[in-house]
């Protein structure tokens, strides 16, 4: 699902905090224009490891550094990286069968467009074979997914696709030029932005891709996140954030010659939907890069960030004596909850997820998540914080019960902000 090199979590990571003044951040060259001048955008200090979730209240979560980086020179933004930090995917079991893309249509129709039924299609992070199955119902015989983690490529394989339980690299894409030929088309979706190294990636994907064939890039645009401040969108397992602009950069650093990109939504996320030729029939040239716009928001953010602070701060200063429940309990809330300052003032996590009620997840102190039940059965008052940012239907059903109680609904974001969207 990712790239060969990776930093991993010891055995014992649940008890680590990661120290940077010990062990300080490697310096790589920007993968877009190949300086090696990066400057800190924000830096957060110790975190909880996001996606983590305990039996019993944990009062020492594992923690590491991060901090986001940008390259002066063409603004390439990437988590600062420090060794020991990087997520073993190998041991990550969670599905993304229930994350279906709103557009998935599309994409299948444009795969049909630049793909015979015939050709080798290749998933990269292909996690348990949602897509590869999509594609096999639109036609595609040939199809190969690439997985490192062996529970969900095992799940893939139990649907008769065949997977490659390993990390994608050069030396892969030779073994599968070996075994299997040239891919006509390459998916790879929500990936790159996992890869601690995205331009030694995209040089294996053309390694591998056929003279004529196709590569399918997706994965978010950060536009959302710097020019909104929308900090839930940060999250820890994300080594790169790219802008439509930096995509276009690295691709063509790889010698790809064109690409047709479009934007989609999907719940209450932008995405970033490439497709990428070795050849420059019928695409559209790679745009030439003016940093300075992009740049700009960098040297804005930090002061979104403390907006979204403060605004926190006010609101929870004014009924201090009441707990706070945050609903939801996934990435993006926890992540909100640290970055935000919330989360020392949370109570009680809500969340619709029965595989996640009644455990613990800390953000940064160890909270107790329980069901949208029990949180409607409580009627004792509270402060509470919609922070589900992509289930508006599920919060307007937990608003409308809490209208009948004492409390407070806090936004998260605020409101009419110009500078961060509620």
């Known amino acids: 699902m990712r790239f060969d090199i990776l930093f991993f979590f010891g055995e014992d990571f649940a008890s680590d905090v990661h120290d940077p003044n010990t062990c300080p951040a490697v310096n790589l060259p920007c993968p877009c224009c190949g300086k090696n001048s990066f400057e800190t955008l924000i830096d957060f200090g110790q975190v909880p490891v996001s996606g983590l979730f305990d039996k019993l ?39 993304t069968s229930g994350q279906r893309p709103s557009y998935v249509d599309w ?42 983690s062996p529970t969900l490529a095992a799940g893939a394989k139990a649907t008769g696709i065949e997977v490659m339980a390993d990390y994608f690299g050069m030396s892969l894409a030779e073994r599968i030029l070996d075994d299997h030929g040239p891919a006509a088309l390459i998916v790879c979706r929500h990936t790159l932005e996992h890869v601690p190294d995205p331009l030694a990636f995209l040089q294996a994907t053309r390694r591998l891709l ?113 707990p706070l429940f945050a609903i939801g309990a996934g990435h993006p809330q926890i992540n909100y909850l640290i970055f935000s300052g919330a989360g020392p003032h949370v109570s009680i996590l809500v969340d619709d997820d029965p595989g996640k009620t009644g455990l613990y997840a800390s953000c940064p102190q160890p909270c107790r998540v329980v069901s949208t039940e029990e949180f409607i059965r409580d009627s004792n008052p509270h402060n509470t914080l919609p922070i589900a940012f992509a289930h508006p239907e599920w919060m307007y059903k937990l608003e409308a019960s809490f209208k009948s109680r004492l409390g407070r609904w806090i936004l998260p974001y605020p409101a009419g902000s110009p500078l961060v969207k509620p």
């Open 57 to 95: 209240p944990n009062p020492q979560p594992p923690c590491a550094p991060l901090a986001l980086e940008f390259c002066p020179g063409c603004a390439f933004a990437r988590k600062r990286k420090y060794p020991g930090t990087e997520r073993d995917y190998r041991k990550i079991e969670r599905g």
């Open 107 to 148: 994409i299948l129709q444009e795969a049909k467009k630049r793909c015979l039924p015939d050709g080798l299609v290749v998933e990269i992070g292909c996690n348990e074979g949602t897509f590869l199955r999509e594609l096999r119902e639109a036609g595609f015989s040939r199809l190969l997914g690439v997985e490192p």
């Open 210 to 322: 056929a003279p004529e064939g196709s590569l399918y890039l997706e994965c978010p645009d950060s536009q959302t996140l710097f020019g909104a401040g929308r900090i839930h969108e940060i999250w820890d397992e994300h080594e790169n954030y790219f802008f439509g602009e930096t995509l276009a950069r690295l691709a063509q650093s790889t010698r790809f010659s064109g690409w047709e990109l479009t934007r989609q939504t999907n719940r209450d996320a932008v995405n970033l939907c490439a497709w990428i030729g070795s050849k420059a029939v019928g695409s559209t040239p790679f745009p030439i890069l003016d940093p300075n716009p992009l740049l700009s928001l960098f040297s804005k953010f930090p002061g979104w960030v403390d907006c979204v602070k403060n605004h926190v701060t006010r609101e929870l200063s004014k009924s201090p004596e009441l």
